[in-house]
Nanobody
């Protein structure tokens, strides 16, 4: 599967943004785990959110209550709705998938395919 992330840009603190991850080559419905990670300059890639199956979701504490992950199998697309963004949310955001669910959904090494990333910059 090829993943194409989009929707990043420059926003102000408190704004909202929706990231999309379009899949091609294979349907997302065949994947049990879909996720978003991010990497800020000079930092390690970190877990943001994951969705298991159709609706079970998991979030990093830093984004819980502000971000929402969702999938639309009919559009073969994964989304990340980002509300009330903060300057510390500035990073390149990557979408990723894994065929079978793994309890270590927060571990980037457990995913199979990655998109190219989309940059989100939040100004204060």
């Amino acid at each position: 599967v090829q993943l194409q992330a989009s929707g990043g840009g420059l926003v102000q603190a408190g704004d909202s943004l929706r990231l999309s991850c379009a899949a091609s080559g294979r349907t997302l419905s065949g994947y049990s785990a879909l996720g978003w990670f991010r990497q800020a300059p000079g930092k390690e890639r970190e877990f943001v959110a994951a969705v298991r199956g159709s609706s079970r979701t998991y979030y990093a504490d830093s984004v819980k209550g502000r971000f929402t992950i969702s999938r639309d199998n009919s559009k073969n697309t994964l989304y990340l709705q980002m509300n009330t963004v903060k300057p510390e949310d500035t990073a390149v955001y990557y979408c990723t998938v894994r065929l079978n669910w793994n309890a270590q959904y927060y571990n980037s090494g457990h995913y199979d395919n990655w998109g190219q990333g989309t940059l989100v910059t939040v100004s204060s």
